[in-house]
């Protein structure tokens, strides 16, 4: 499976470098990657509004999923592509909780605790004045 | 004193009013972009009369008609809406009504047949629309807007005035007919006004306005969205959760998702579009030590499950293709497909639907 044909014409220190922090679309990355938290928090099929609950064996699990907006990392990055001539890279924490208990009234009110941790990242590329 | 009271009680108003102004003014708004129909069906003619000359633009109908629709597919916004693309003439189904994808739009209209043979393919625009009707749009829930894209030819079947008519009596409201209008003979033309001129919801355009960037931004707008704009209010926050136990957190695990690298419809490689992002990864992957990855396939909870379960298993296989071409260790690289049944995202949204169709890379 060939994946050259959009690469053209910028030399070796041009393609791959990341951008300053200052460029424009280093910023307007910041934006979306802020976003994107909010979205996959809202989205999450387990969430601080809506938990997840389940039955394991005799006892009840009450879990939900959080993305840290505030673990955010992001860095753009140049390519050799016209058709995407910049990716970005966004790296976040993601946590699962649970708590549990004997009935499902009771798993839901805690205390939770962290179970699962993740360095999450996510990539994307510069598409037409959007972040795809 | 009755002036002195005329002249308090004014100034109390006007301090009233521009309170309330600058109250108004000082309201955060956005702009808020709504789809004006839940489903947008695109009836394309692809009848022999289509590979005759348009005038107005060089090349035939067809090709100025497939080239305007790419071009007009990739000015729309993303709406939370369903799109299909039919023809007639003879019918054919291209994209299913499903939610809409800009890339998969894309390789539908370009899947429309441009070169044919002009006699014998005549055209059944009443026919196949009733065909249309029967077999997919009476299925669908919610409102229902049909661009149809003609030459203003229709030589076999019910008339399409007719058929047309007897959907707009049968949906009401529901339905709306808009026209992208290739006609070019007074008849031609003629036609497609009778059409149009059956319900004032229609919109129509000439093809050659279409490729006007103001006449096509006015045209979507007119047929596809409408926007408004809300106060933005801050969010009431839910009772909150107790703090979690402070505890020393587990081993934390590193993961790269791709919920955006996008496949032909009901395939499993990977567009071309998608390969400096997945050139970043594999690079991510080549930069540690002693490499493992698990590619891991997910899809959504649309469609059969073990439909699911076996396109997951070819995206995960494309993708660990990928990396081995990106010099990963073919040893280092295993794939699991789990199909529909680890739903990280909440399946009853779309949002949560798109982001549940996903490629995670376990490095371990």
């Not at chain 1, 708590?99 to 990242?121: D, F, M």
């Not at chain 2, 997945?278 to 990855?293: H, N, Q, W």
């Not at chain 2, 698990?294 to 469609?303: A, L, P, S, Y």
């Not at chain 2, 169709?357 to 371990?364: A, D, F, I, P, Q």
Request: contains cysteine.
């Amino acid at each position: 499976m060939c994946m050259h044909f959009c690469c053209v014409g910028s030399t070796a220190a041009e393609e791959n470098s990341p951008l300053d922090p200052d460029h424009y679309l280093h910023v307007h990355f910041s934006d979306f990657a802020r976003q994107r938290i909010d979205l996959l928090n809202n989205n999450y099929s387990g969430r601080p509004d809506k938990l997840l609950l389940e039955q394991r064996g005799e006892a009840y699990v009450s879990s939900y999923r959080r993305a840290d907006p505030e673990s955010l990392e992001v860095l753009v990055r140049k390519t050799r592509c016209e058709t995407s001539p910049f990716i970005g890279v966004m790296r976040f924490t993601k946590r699962t909780f649970e708590s549990n208990g004997g009935c499902p009234e009771s798993a839901p009110l805690g205390p939770y605790h962290v179970i699962r941790k993740q360095y999450v990242t996510e990539i994307f590329r510069y598409d037409q004045n959007q972040w795809r | 004193m009755w002036k002195s009271l005329c002249r308090t009680s004014l100034l109390f108003i006007c301090a009233l009013v521009l309170f309330g102004v600058q109250n108004a003014v000082g309201q955060e708004t956005r702009t808020v972009i709504e789809p004006r129909a839940d489903n947008f069906i695109f009836y394309v003619d692809n009848s022999g009369s289509m590979m005759f000359d348009y005038r107005a633009k060089d090349g035939d109908k067809m090709a100025v008609a497939k080239d305007l629709l790419l071009t007009l597919n990739e000015d729309l916004p993303e709406l939370d809406a369903d799109f299909g693309v039919f023809t007639y003439g003879p019918f054919g189904v291209y994209r299913p009504v499903s939610p809409y994808e800009r890339a998969d739009m894309a390789r539908a209209f370009r899947s429309i047949p441009d070169e044919f043979g002009i006699f014998g393919r005549r055209t059944p625009m009443g026919g196949d629309l009733v065909r249309a009707d029967n077999e997919y749009i009476s299925g669908l829930q919610g409102d229902i807007a049909v661009i149809a894209v003609t030459d203003g030819e229709s030589n076999i079947g019910p008339r399409p005035g007719e058929v047309m008519r007897d959907m707009y009596a049968h949906y009401g409201d529901r339905i709306c007919f808009h026209f992208i209008s290739l006609a070019q003979t007074e008849i031609e033309v003629g036609l497609v006004e009778d059409l149009a001129g059956i319900n004032p919801c229609s919109v129509t355009i000439q093809a050659e306005d279409l490729q006007k960037d103001f006449a096509r931004a006015d045209f979507i707008r007119e047929v596809f969205y409408t926007e408004r704009q809300v106060v933005v209010t801050p969010p009431v926050e839910p009772e909150p959760l107790p703090a979690p136990r402070v505890e020393p957190e587990p081993e934390p695990e590193e993961v790269i998702i791709f919920s955006n690298v996008q496949f032909e419809f009901d395939r499993a490689e990977i567009l071309p579009q998608y390969a400096e992002m997945l050139s970043e990864a594999a690079r991510l992957i080549t930069d540690r030590e002693d490499p493992m990855v698990i590619v891991e396939g997910h899809t959504c909870n649309i469609g059969p499950a073990d439909y699911n379960m076996g396109l997951s298993e070819r995206r995960a296989q494309a993708v660990a293709d990928f990396l081995v071409e990106q010099n990963v260790d073919s040893e280092a690289i295993e794939t699991e497909a789990y199909g529909l049944t680890q739903p990280r995202f909440d399946n009853d949204t779309r949002e949560g639907r798109a982001l549940n169709r996903r490629v995670e890379l376990r490095l371990e």
